[in-house]
């Protein structure tokens, strides 16, 4: 059995100069998802190169789809030649957002079979809004033998309240329903901007949709859908890891190809601890020479401060000074990174959903294990902060979405690489 590959890093380099962001994990599965409700082939672009997106593009070849990759960004999705309505549950069980391929299956299709899905253990994710979503327009919805089953003869517009904001649940509906007969309003529908980029690209082959970004989604059901080519919006949450780590590192960093409306949630909490961050039309500069200042701050839906975000911060706030709060509001398990970190020297106690942070001077280089994605993520910053060698297990997780984190790193000065 090969073993897995460790990253390995050598902290106390500023980072500087200028980088690119990738195109976004959380827009491109769902928009993957839902070019198999098409009735043509549709060209997809500026597609991070992820363990996700190869993962969810097995899951739609195994259905049947034709799938031409052009580059390590752009596929071609042919989804006229779909022969199952049932993706691979051994694949489904190591994403969670393979559930988006039912909403596509049963607004395609009429029908759709999933394994519950799998994903990061961050905590309790459930998709009862998602079933909800999906018994409103008409489909029957069953569990059985750890399968969800939704079928419907023909999907019916209706008025769907979520019960909580839901980014998964919302998208899921709306994919659904865009094949509906009729009109669906979604109420209290999730506001990110993977949600408004899914609906672009729907719209851009012919759906109906109307709201995308507020709290009220209008779809309007049509019969066909034809082909496209679309370009991926950049990464939110890779844009943001990459700030945070500038800053962290006190480093002078400027990121191309970003969307700075998308960041301001974080952008105000770096001015708050004394960064600085400038921005321009698709790129943003952090600036961050002096000493870090500590911060509290608690995570919310859209617009907030995304909860994919708490913990690369978290990994910058072990050394500001005085003592920074977090409060957890989306995930009830997204703290497991921190008993890393506290074996590089953080000061950290957690109280349910809230974790204390008490800066230090310095942390220092540990071997630690990356338990999900986005504590890799924090993983990697802390590294970048610590005196000497920081040795990152499960790198696995990281790859589900940074693409070619250590490249990126490295063209800024960083130590880092992986074997």
Do not use: W
Not at 9 to 21: C, H, N, S, Y
Not at 99 to 116: M, N, Q, S
Not at 268 to 274: C, F
Not at 334 to 354: D, K, P, W
Request: overall charge negative; hydrophobic content about 40%; aromatic content about 4%.
């Amino acid at each position: 059995m090969t073993q897995e590959r460790r990253l390995y890093l050598r902290g106390g380099i500023p980072l500087e100069g200028d980088v690119q962001v990738h195109g976004g994990k959380n827009t491109a599965l769902p928009i993957l998802a839902a070019a198999l409700l098409c009735d043509e082939p549709v060209r997809i672009e500026n597609l991070p190169d992820i363990s996700d997106v190869r993962l969810m593009l097995s899951l739609m070849e195994g259905l049947g789809a034709g799938i031409e990759r052009e580059s390590a960004s752009v596929v071609v999705v042919d989804p006229t030649s779909l022969t199952s309505i049932t993706p691979d549950p051994a694949l489904c069980q190591r994403m969670r957002a393979s559930y988006y391929l039912l909403g596509a299956l049963l607004g395609k299709a009429g029908e759709g079979v999933i394994a519950r899905p799998g994903g990061c253990a961050i905590g309790v994710r459930p998709i009862d809004q998602h079933i909800k979503g999906f018994r409103a327009l008409g489909a029957q919805v069953k569990e059985q033998c750890g399968l969800l089953e939704a079928r419907a003869a023909q999907l019916h517009g209706a008025e769907i309240f979520m019960d909580c904001v839901t980014v998964g649940g919302t998208i899921n509906v709306m994919l659904a329903a865009c094949r509906a007969e009729g009109n669906t309003m979604i109420y209290n529908a999730a506001k990110e901007p993977h949600i408004v980029d899914t609906a672009n690209f729907l719209n851009a082959m012919g759906a109906r949709i109307r709201g995308a970004g507020t709290d009220v989604i209008r779809v309007r059901g049509v019969s066909r859908l034809h082909g496209c080519s679309y370009a991926v919006i950049p990464d939110q949450i890779e844009t943001g890891t990459l700030m945070i780590a500038a800053a962290a590192t006190h480093g002078d960093v400027t990121l191309h190809g970003c969307i700075p409306t998308h960041m301001e949630s974080l952008t105000a909490k770096l001015l708050e601890l004394g960064a600085r961050v400038d921005d321009y039309d698709d790129t943003i500069r952090v600036f961050a020479p002096g000493a870090h200042r500590a911060v509290s701050f608690k995570t919310q839906a859209y617009p907030g401060f995304p909860t994919d975000l708490q913990q690369p911060m978290s990994a910058l706030l072990t050394t500001a000074r005085g003592t920074s709060t977090i409060i957890e509001t989306i995930y009830d398990a997204r703290f497991h990174h921190l008993n890393e970190m506290q074996r590089m020297g953080a000061q950290v106690r957690i109280e349910g959903r809230t974790a204390v942070i008490n800066g230090v001077i310095k942390l220092h280089g540990a071997p630690v294990a990356a338990s999900d994605l986005r504590a890799g993520a924090a993983l990697i910053i802390a590294g970048l902060m610590a005196d000497g060698q920081t040795e990152i297990r499960n790198v696995h997780f990281i790859e589900r979405g940074y693409e070619n984190i250590d490249l990126h790193l490295r063209s800024l000065g960083a130590d880092i690489h992986k074997a």
